[in-house]
């Protein structure tokens, strides 16, 4: 009782507040200590969610909200395992890579996700898999486009059978691009996700699904190009930094944060649109943290903005 008088006071979060947190993400803890962890947690991000949302502006920079989420009992290092990314600097000089010129001339707004060419956001868990979700997430549009089905390909699958990444320790959307071009893809039904390292192996009741190459575009990409390849060919893989704290909480808006590394990148996410909304310029990504993060899994992220967080440092896209 002491510690939730602890946390009114100081972080103006309430008992009530820390109940109806615990009941809608379903929150359960394995220790009274843990849970006191747990609840700190959730009072100072509150407090600062709570700040950041009062200072919300029509001004030069676009805005965006913050809010609760499955995460908000987590510290900003304890949430790292929710990144991935690792070996995106890999030397593809000896890759088999097919060369691809996008045309000139894009629209003001494309939305893949509303098109129906792109699957809803799933959560990676506790498991680094980012990478793998990036790389799935591609595939799965490109054989939607082609095929006019859309088909939930297995996260699991390439994590498991990916020689060149890690699993849940990271990895690298375009390694795993180029992993495929032997491995395929099976259904996410009948190779389910376990959001931990498992075995690779064959479902032979399963069709599996193989690309034929896939272009990647490395270092400093301009959005310009960048947004020719998405207008033009679907979504793409990107990687960016995704450590600032509003990142970790975003709730809907356009998200820009000078402080977002465009040199650092430390997760993967898949480009599937951009548009302009109240005059802001911006980005429309999916994220792997599941519905409850930002848009139903989705982010708005400013676009002609010096290259925000990097997403146009590292892109790729699968060709079947």
Not at 54 to 69: E, F, I
Not at 225 to 235: D, S, T, Y
Request: hydrophobic residues 35%; aromatic residues 14%.
């Amino acid at each position: 009782m002491h510690l939730y008088r602890f946390l009114s006071l100081v972080y103006g979060a309430s008992l009530a507040e820390w109940s109806q947190f615990k009941e809608q993400f379903g929150k359960e803890y394995r220790s009274t200590s843990a849970e006191e962890i747990a609840l700190l947690n959730f009072g100072r991000n509150s407090r600062t969610i709570t700040e950041h949302n009062k200072r919300l502006h029509d001004g030069d920079s676009p805005s965006y909200r913050m809010a609760v989420n499955p995460w908000s009992d987590k510290s900003h290092e304890e949430f790292r395992q929710y990144y991935g990314l690792y070996g995106d600097s890999y030397d593809f000089t000896s890759d088999r890579i097919l060369n691809y010129v996008p045309e000139r001339g894009t629209p003001a707004n494309v939305d893949w996700n509303k098109a129906g060419f792109v699957t809803p956001s799933r959560d990676q868990k506790g498991c680094g898999s980012c990478w793998a979700f990036a790389a799935v997430g591609a595939i799965e549009a490109r054989v939607s486009k082609s095929t006019g089905n859309l088909t939930a390909l297995s996260v699991q699958n390439l994590i498991d059978c990916s020689d060149t990444n890690f699993g849940c320790s990271g990895g690298s959307p375009i390694l795993a691009l180029r992993d495929l071009l032997s491995i395929g893809l099976h259904t996410a039904d009948s190779y389910p996700y376990l959001a931990r390292d498992g075995i690779c192996h064959r479902v032979n009741s399963s069709r599996l699904y193989q690309i034929s190459g896939f272009y990647r575009e490395e270092y400093y990409l301009s959005e310009e190009r960048l947004k020719e390849m998405v207008a033009i060919i679907g979504p793409v893989t990107a990687t960016i930094d995704a450590s600032p704290f509003g990142f970790m909480h975003y709730r809907d808006g356009i998200f820009y944060d000078p402080a977002c590394n465009p040199d650092s990148p430390n997760h993967a996410v898949l480009v599937v649109g951009f548009g302009i909304e109240n005059g802001f310029e911006y980005w429309l990504i999916k994220n792997s943290w599941g519905p409850d993060w930002g848009i139903d899994g989705f982010m708005k992220i400013a676009r002609n903005r010096n290259n925000t967080c990097g997403i146009a440092n590292s892109n790729a896209f699968p060709i079947l």
